[in-house]
């Protein structure tokens, strides 16, 4: 069993950055891809970012592409999002997700088998 525990959320103004952390417990992160979804308010749930077991080739969604860094740090079982230059549309809570190890080009699209209770993210104007 994996459990994940997502922090790092608050209030910030836009073009400001917020880093997420993603602890992971009861196995080693290191043998889960992971990934960052995100739900604004009257939405769905989407993808934001994803990394594999190994930390290359990792994968944006087209709207955070440029602006957000996943990463992770297996030696403390976290995964981070950096956020650089947010936007009001960034708003949402955002979800840490692991999903063990596969062999496909497109994992990051899930499904994933592992989720945190998510974090807000608010942008303001």
């Known amino acids: 069993q994996v459990q994940l525990v997502e922090s790092g959320g608050g209030l910030v103004q836009a073009g400001g950055s917020l880093r997420l952390s993603c602890a992971a417990s009861?196995?080693?992160?290191?043998?889960?891809?992971m990934g960052w979804f995100r739900q604004a308010p009257g939405k769905e749930r989407e993808i934001v970012a994803a990394?594999?077991?190994?930390?290359?080739?990792?994968y944006y969604t087209e709207s955070v592409n440029g602006r957000f860094t996943i990463s992770r740090d297996n030696g403390k079982n976290t995964v981070y999002l950096q956020m650089n230059s947010l936007k009001p549309e960034d708003t949402a809570v955002y979800f840490c997700?692991?999903?063990?190890?596969?062999?496909?080009?497109?994992?990051?699209?899930?499904?994933?088998?592992?989720w945190g209770q998510g974090t807000q993210v608010t942008v303001s104007s």
């Open positions: 997700a692991g999903r063990t190890f596969t062999f496909s080009s497109t994992w990051f699209k899930g499904p994933y088998d592992y």
């Open positions: 990394i594999s077991r190994s930390g290359g080739n990792p």
């Open positions: 009861g196995r080693s992160v290191s043998s889960v891809g």
